[in-house]
């Protein structure tokens, strides 16, 4: 399992490592990328996989920690899933609006076109001004889904956390005030995330109302 374990997360800081490099890459080669990291990823999560399975295997004294740090690198992978997916929609409504913007200027007029009385300048600004905002909302929604996502891998890391805490106070035989006491921060830590979730929608409805 040691083996793997490492080998998976040296892929993990590889797979960071090229992340970085999605702004600075060409649009020619961007694609290539993306594709190499989503390949990446996907073995990552095969091999965390195993790794689970490995670590149910474990002697009973290492099995907790074993399952920790598997829990961890899924954690890391899943964060990495998610800056990709976002990377990647700004890029479809960056090309989106280049794409328009270069229909727009090759558009040509007749003299009889009606169509020429518009003044161009005052269009192209408009139009320039509604792709700007509609990019910025994108933009906005993309980062208020991967704090939904983060929050709710938190949620699953703690619920995850909070049973592995009880059974190991279970083996070493804590007190019943302690178990209450970590039983009260768990709940405190749950509506504490609901209410971050909470508020978090409610800011993206009210953007979404008064801006969009």
């Known amino acids: 399992m040691e083996t793997l374990y490492h080998q998976t997360n040296k892929q993990i800081q590889e797979v960071q490592s090229l992340m ?42 290492r099995r907790q920690n074993a399952k920790l740090r598997v829990d961890q690198l899924k954690y890391d992978v899943q964060h990495l899933r998610t800056a990709l997916q976002n990377f990647q929609h700004r890029r ?28 161009i300048d005052e269009t192209l600004q408009l139009n320039t001004n509604l792709h700007n905002a509609h990019r910025g909302m994108d933009d906005l929604l993309g980062s208020g889904s991967s704090i939904l996502n983060g929050l709710r891998d938190q949620r699953s890391t703690l ?12 083996m070493l035989g804590l007190s019943n005030t302690v178990m209450r006491l970590i039983e009260r921060r768990a709940t405190q830590d749950k509506f504490i995330m609901i209410g971050g979730m909470l508020l978090t929608c409610v800011f993206i409805f009210l953007v979404i109302r008064y801006l969009g």
């Open 92 to 119: 479809y409504a960056r090309e989106a609006q280049e794409r328009e913007r270069e229909e727009l200027m090759s558009r040509t007029f007749t003299t009889n076109d009606a169509d020429t009385s518009i003044p």
């Open 20 to 61: 970085g490099n999605l702004e600075k890459t060409d649009r020619q080669s961007v694609h290539l990328l993306e594709n190499e990291l989503q390949a990446r990823i996907d073995q990552i999560f095969n091999q965390l996989e195993r790794l689970e399975i490995l670590a149910s295997k474990e002697p009973p004294n």
């Open 159 to 170: 619920k995850g956390t909070h049973k592995k805490m009880l059974d190991v106070a279970n």
